[in-house]
């Protein structure tokens, strides 16, 4: 990485520790780690070093050894699950989602890219923010429809919190316009068929209580003791609130190299300032008055590199949508919400490297699910 | 790192390739990142189905930090039309994390006599790269990158790059004689035979010209010694449609000249992805 920059934005190097760094790290190493425990996983089986371990080591045994079942050992019976798309708290449906969701995809192999982590205390235990991409085929019938027979790939940040060895709340965004473009699928055409999919009755009620809290710029209520480094806390706030919230676009070269690499949901990529300039505006231009807030920051140094830093947000964003495309116009007016996701890592203080996840999907299925109701409610069809 | 992909290139040597690659190792090219299990069985058959066996008649590495690029040039036995690809490997010198790799798409078929669109058609589908459109202006914000600003202004080499970026930064074909040596040999995507400084700006010209918005963007670079390795991409609009051609370009700097340059993009590629451009006709 080339990024000659001096150190700024006061990020200082964060307490280095012998957590179980990804990056470099072979499958084989990672799935029968020699390391001696390096936390304390109070409450957790006694095999896992760390909460990257545990977290990588469960999902290869749900996921590509397809011990489904295993979610029943690994998630609390009752695990609120946040997409922008559904709700559940269940255990019974995340065995469901995931049984449908390889039987749709019965190659998917989830590549595991980072896991920044929070330690939570004793009471709470640990907060990750897992980046994954994954790789799949459609063989059968998805939430986007029929089966497409093509593969594609799609990034997926999943935040856990993992008490006592079970993840017990869990907030996922996947980037699922990208992969259907791969598949073949229009965005909206895949949001039309994810709108007919019947809700849970908390989720209305989550996304309405969420457009409000956003909308008066109030904190999460999913707040944690253990504090985190104050300049990543600055650093994360300011950059969503000069951008999402101010849009002084002028200042992105206050958080980015010249050369930074974004990667955003569908297939958007930029690198360097004017594009990423480009991109934020491009996607804002669609609901011009949003309102963002901070939801949580965790941040951990990356492999033994002094000056790297990667720092996981969670955020949200809410305001009216207003797009000039065509096909979306007649969503015009209504609430527009995302739940979204960013790692980002930065060098010397900014950012060389983002990816941020949310759901268009899902995004423009809620519209689709508003026009609907509000539409059968007076009588129009 | 060489030895595994010139053998996976020449031989077919897949697992031997495949023993360098992390599991999370991803292998982009044209215009396609691939992940997984089947990422270089994708790459390797698709080579070999058309440059067959074939053997390495020059090779160069540069490497700076994890950077490690590989320029190779291939010969298939049985013809003498030689290929150029260059890799650029993020690597911890054990293992492989991902590679950025560019064909010369237009030798490939030469070399392996097969029409153009065949080879075309049966490259990897594009990802669906969404280009968000942007002020390709600088306003005064020093937010353009330069090689200075990315190496240093103090590397020895900083003034030379800087120029040599002002050809596709800034359209200043003027810097082409006086930053390479009158017997420079060139050589570019597309083209049988080594170029000189006067088709150099041809070439530059017959891009720049079809394009308005024009804007290039530095990736990353790499020093090593005499050679320099530059990743970058050239983005414009060719009426109404926003074009990105991705490039790698090798230099050798000897005495403040350039007088070696290969500048690689994948032709073939970027036809298929970009359907309506005219920029290669």
Redesign the interface.
């Known amino acids: 990485m080339n990024h000659k920059t001096a150190l700024t934005n006061n990020i200082m190097p964060l307490p280095q520790s012998n957590v179980t760094q990804l990056y470099w790290k072979n499958l084989p190493a990672l799935l029968n780690p020699t390391a001696p425990k390096s936390q304390t996983l109070e409450g957790f089986d006694n095999e896992f070093i760390d909460i990257v371990d545990y977290i990588i080591r469960i999902t290869h045994r749900i996921w590509e050894q397809k011990n489904v079942g295993l979610c029943n050992n690994y998630y609390a019976e009752y695990c609120p699950v946040h997409t922008l798309g559904a709700y559940a708290d269940a255990v019974s449906s995340v065995v469901t989602g995931t049984l449908q969701t390889i039987s749709a995809f019965p190659d998917r192999s989830l590549i595991g890219e980072n896991v920044i982590w929070r330690d939570l205390g004793p009471d709470q235990g640990y907060y990750s923010s897992h980046r994954i991409t994954s790789i799949m085929t459609n063989k059968g019938l998805s939430e986007f429809g029929e089966a497409t027979h093509k593969t594609g790939r799609v990034t997926t940040i999943a935040d856990c919190v993992c008490f006592e060895n079970k993840i017990v709340y869990e907030w996922l965004v996947r980037d699922n316009s990208f992969l259907v473009k791969q598949l073949g699928i229009e965005v909206l055409d895949a949001s039309e068929h994810f709108a007919k999919i019947p809700t849970h009755p908390k989720f209305e009620e989550w996304r309405q209580a969420e457009i409000c809290r956003v909308r008066a710029q109030q904190q999460s209520e999913h707040q944690y003791k253990t504090p985190v480094d104050k300049a990543v806390l600055e650093f994360s706030s300011k950059w969503l609130d000069t951008l999402f919230n101010q849009k002084n676009f002028g200042k992105a070269n206050v958080f980015y190299h010249i050369n930074a690499k974004l990667q955003w949901p569908g297939g958007r990529q930029a690198v360097g300032i004017p594009g990423i300039k480009g991109t934020i505006i491009q996607w804002l231009a669609s609901c011009p008055d949003a309102q963002a807030t901070c939801d949580h920051v965790c941040a951990v140094p990356f492999e033994q590199e002094t000056d790297v830093v990667d720092i996981a947000i969670r955020w949200s964003l809410t305001g009216t949508f207003s797009s000039k495309d065509k096909k979306l116009s007649a969503y015009c007016g209504q609430n527009f919400f995302i739940l979204a996701a960013s790692h980002l890592r930065l060098v010397s203080g900014k950012i060389a490297q983002e990816w941020t996840v949310f759901d268009e999907v899902a995004a423009y299925a809620n519209l689709i699910r508003d026009f609907n109701s509000t539409n059968d409610n007076s009588g129009a069809k | 790192m060489l030895d595994s992909i010139i053998n996976a290139f020449t031989k077919g040597d897949l697992a031997g390739l495949n023993s360098k690659l992390?599991?999370?190792a991803?292998w982009s090219q044209h215009n396609a990142?691939l992940?997984?299990?089947?990422k270089l069985n994708t790459v390797l058959s698709h080579w070999l189905s058309f440059a067959g066996k074939c053997t390495v008649v020059d090779h160069h590495t540069i490497e700076q930090?994890?950077h490690c690029i590989i320029h190779l040039t291939f010969e298939p036995i049985n013809n003498k039309v030689t290929i150029n690809y260059v890799f650029w490997l993020e690597t911890?010198h054990l293992?492989i994390?991902s590679v950025k790799a560019i064909v010369d798409t237009v030798q490939l078929a030469t070399a392996s006599q097969h029409e153009r669109k065949q080879v075309s058609a049966s490259l990897p589908?594009s990802?669906?790269?969404?280009?968000?459109?942007?002020?390709?202006q600088?306003h005064l914000?020093?937010?353009?990158?330069w090689p200075s600003?990315?190496?240093?202004k103090h590397i020895e080499k900083a003034e030379i790059l800087d120029a040599w970026w002002a050809l596709w930064g800034q359209n200043q074909l003027s810097n082409i004689d006086k930053i390479y040596s009158e017997n420079a040999i060139i050589n570019l995507s597309g083209h049988k035979t080594h170029l000189n400084r006067d088709l150099l700006f041809e070439y530059v010209l017959s891009k720049t010209s079809k394009l308005t918005r024009t804007?290039a963007?530095?990736?990353?670079?790499a020093i090593d010694g005499q050679h320099v390795a530059i990743k970058w991409?050239l983005?414009g609009d060719e009426g109404s449609h926003k074009i990105r051609l991705p490039f790698i370009s090798i230099l050798k700097i000897e005495s403040n000249h350039i007088t070696n340059e290969t500048t690689l993009c994948d032709v073939l590629a970027f036809n298929k992805s970009f359907p309506l451009s005219t920029l290669f006709e």
């Open positions: 992390l599991h999370s991803y990142t992940y997984g299990s089947e930090g994890n911890n293992m994390k589908a990802d669906p790269l969404m280009i968000s459109d942007y002020d390709q600088d914000q020093n937010d353009i990158a600003m990315l190496v240093g804007f963007q530095l990736e990353d670079i991409f983005d």
